[in-house]
């Protein structure tokens, strides 16, 4: 009998895992992958930061569907606040009480993540995670940097871990390694409403990575390096044709 009831266990361990999440979201239109990182940047006189963010039941059936976030850095007097179903929650609220109810194949658009900066340079890192109320497992999730840089300063202190070149860029751009950072490091470059346009995996023992930019419009972009969810270094890229 405990045989049958552990092959039983075991079946619906595999079952489950071949579920797939209910849930997508999106920014600006585009769908995000797993834990997708976003940059938002601004300057001390950047007094918010609000993402708006699109969810979407894909599954068969209603569904109700919860937030929470995860304060996983934060800048002396930053402060974020989940706003879900109609209402903003406190910043020491971490999970909503009451869901928000959305059909199959419905989306929803008036949530947002909520970020209040304190006026303070310096990054700060939240994750926020909408699931199913019934079905906490069954979730989806971005991980948003937010960086206040220096008023008046052209190009931020990267920490000494990279240098960029040229910079104004036309078609590409170069990223030196300058320090030692861990083996496996991301350069994203992103606009400066956070949404990445380009990804690249950076080799630490070629100590450099080409991007070619001869495709992005002409702008400011934000680059960073990051590593383990943590960023090891940004600043701020001009793209001119």
């Excluded at 919860?66 to 910043?91: D, H, I, N, T």
């Excluded at 220096?150 to 990267?158: D, H, R, S």
């Excluded at 992103?190 to 990575?209: I, Y």
Aim: charged letters at 15%.
């Amino acid at each position: 009998m405990k045989i049958k009831v552990l092959i039983l266990l075991l079946l619906l361990s595999v079952c489950r895992s071949g579920i797939s999440q209910s849930f997508s979201l999106f920014y600006h239109g585009v769908k995000l992958t797993a834990d997708t990182v976003l940059v938002r940047a601004g300057t001390p006189d950047t007094l918010e930061m609000t993402t708006w963010l699109t969810i979407r039941n894909d599954a068969a059936t209603e569904k109700q569907i919860q937030a929470k976030k995860a304060e996983v850095s934060m800048a002396p007097g930053a402060a974020c606040s989940l706003c879900w179903a109609g209402y903003c929650y406190p910043a020491e609220i971490f999970q909503t009480d009451y869901p928000l109810i959305l059909a199959s194949g419905a989306s929803e658009t008036s949530c947002f993540a909520h970020f209040i900066t304190g006026s303070t340079v310096g990054t700060s890192i939240v994750r926020w995670t909408y699931f199913d109320k019934d079905d906490p497992e069954d979730s989806v999730s971005v991980v948003i940097h937010y960086i206040l840089y220096p008023m008046g300063i052209g190009n931020p202190g990267t920490n000494g871990r990279v240098v960029v070149s040229p910079n104004p860029a036309d078609g590409a751009v170069f990223f030196r390694l300058t320090a030692p950072v861990p083996t496996t490091c991301t350069i994203s470059l992103c606009t400066l409403s956070g949404q990445v346009v380009l990804e690249e995996k950076v080799s630490v023992s070629a100590g450099s990575l080409r991007i070619g930019t001869s495709e992005l419009p002409g702008g400011i972009y934000i680059y960073s390096l990051h590593s383990g969810g943590k960023i090891l270094a940004s600043g701020k890229v001009v793209i001119c044709h």
